[in-house]
T-cell receptor, first 112, second 116 residues
């Protein structure tokens, strides 16, 4: 599996429900970032969590990081139809060049 | 602040032609990254540039692809003698945080290249 793999690949929920997406990675990281991509558009940065942090909040977003399990989760609470998008985790690998390494994404559909 | 500007948004080229993709980073950002996205896949790193320097091109195909970020003007990703397999969305990102330690990157809306 590749660095930064999201699970599930696709998720469909009703408006108002919570959505949880998971990301696993393989190597030591400096930080992990979550991005959203609406269909046919560029990526929008959502949140960054450093390797020495365990949890971070931003509005309706909650991100956790477990470096012992090399995994992260993104929780979107009280989802809205406008949250429908693909969500990607990306890692900055420790000691490497600066590029982000992306997973394949989770396609979230929020039904009205 | 116009963000990261990429043009064109859509580009159609015949096999064998050249494709030139442009990226103007956010004001104040001196670090530019190019990524390629195939349908239903995540983004794959291609190259990282600073003004007049290529810092990391480990994701660039060895042939036909080149990138530059001149002292003046936008960064250019150039694909010579395009083939159908080059069809993809090409995204540019910029940052003023070269280690990516504190901030996320700002992405442009991408250029969708179609090779016919």
């Amino acid at each position: 599996s590749q660095q930064g793999e999201e699970d599930p690949q696709a998720l469909s929920i009703q408006e108002g429900e919570n959505a949880t997406m998971n990301c696993s990675y393989k190597t030591s990281i400096n930080n992990l970032q979550w991005y959203r991509q609406n269909s046919g558009r560029g990526l929008v940065h959502l949140i960054l969590i450093r390797s020495n942090e365990r949890e971070k909040h931003s509005g309706r977003l909650r991100v956790t990081l477990d470096t012992s399990k090399k995994s992260s989760s993104l929780l979107i609470t009280a989802s809205r139809a406008a949250d429908t998008a693909s969500y990607f985790c990306a890692t900055v690998i420790s000691g490497s060049a600066r590029q982000l390494t992306f997973g394949s994404g989770t396609q979230l559909t929020v039904l009205p | 602040n116009a963000g990261v500007m990429q043009n064109p948004r859509h580009l159609v080229r015949r096999r064998g032609q050249e494709a030139r993709l442009r990226c103007s980073p956010m004001k104040g950002h001196s670090h530019v990254y190019w990524y390629r996205q195939l349908p239903e896949e995540g983004l794959k790193f291609m190259v990282y540039l600073q003004k007049e320097n290529i810092i990391d091109e480990s994701g660039m195909p060895k042939e036909r692809f080149s990138a530059e970020f001149p002292k003046e003007g936008p960064s250019i990703l150039r694909i010579q003698q395009v083939v159908r397999g080059d069809s993809a969305a090409y995204f540019c990102a910029s940052s003023n945080d070269p280690e990516g330690r504190n901030y996320g990157y700002t992405f442009g809306s991408g250029t969708r290249l179609t090779v016919v």
